[in-house]
């Protein structure tokens, strides 16, 4: 059953530490990103990568880290800097190949209080 | 169909009536637009795509609408049913061929 996963479903931390959201997909897709979402907003970019090892910040990525050492993954740090982490956050892969069309993960809730 | 701060723009149908639902893109370049539905807690879901060479693409109950003289998309749902209520995005491919612009989001209530 081939897509994009994302765990968890919600987390929860305390101001000041850093926290990893994962995603993972099996769509053997090239390109994968982080979006953040505010209530009643849209999608902002955080971090995306085309390609294994390589990665691009986004509109929003102050605050955040990415990595992609397997094809598969890309996981998100949230920091201690993010000033305001509590959002919805969304991971997407697409297959980079002239194709636009993104998938999404079911997303992660993070709280910080 | 964009919000301005905190509001997303709502569109109230009664069941059985078909939806429009509008978009105006901001880049001229764009050669690629999507439509998503996103219900609430979800990640959003692809409903119709449409590529520049194109003025109009049709789905099952869907179709999608580009006036590329007004930089305009629009969304028209069939039949609307409870189940199409959610918050619809459109997006735009811009200038990249790996990203995409998303728009703020219009919210679609059906009214049984």
């Known amino acids: 059953d081939g897509g994009i996963t994302q765990s968890p479903k919600y987390l929860f931390r305390k101001e000041g530490q850093n926290v990893t959201l994962s995603c993972e997909q099996n769509l053997n897709h090239d390109a994968m990103y982080w979006y953040r979402q505010d209530p009643g907003q849209g999608l902002r970019l955080i971090y995306y990568s085309q390609i294994v090892n390589d990665f691009q910040k986004g509109d929003i990525a102050e605050g955040y880290s990415v990595s992609r050492e397997k094809k598969e993954s890309f996981p998100l740090t949230v920091t201690s800097a993010q000033k305001n982490p509590t959002a919805f956050y969304l991971c997407?892969?697409?297959?980079?190949?002239?194709?636009?069309?993104?998938?999404f993960g079911p997303g992660t809730r993070l709280t910080v209080t | 169909g964009e919000s301005v701060g905190l509001h997303l723009p709502t569109l109230s149908v009664q069941e059985g009536d078909n939806s429009i639902i509008n978009c105006a893109y901001s880049n001229s370049a764009s050669d690629y637009f999507i439509w998503y539905k996103q219900e609430s807690g979800k990640g959003p879901q692809f409903i119709i795509d449409?590529?520049?060479?194109?003025d109009k693409r049709q789905g099952q109950r869907v179709t999608v609408l580009l006036n590329k003289t007004v930089k305009h998309l629009s969304l028209q749902i069939a039949a609307t049913q409870p189940g199409d209520s959610a918050v619809y995005f459109c997006a735009e491919s811009g200038d990249s061929s790996y990203k995409l612009i998303f728009g703020s989001g219009t919210r679609l209530l059906v009214r049984p």
């Open positions: 997407a892969s697409t297959s980079g190949q002239g194709g636009y069309e993104q998938y």
């Open positions: 449409i590529r520049s060479n194109m």
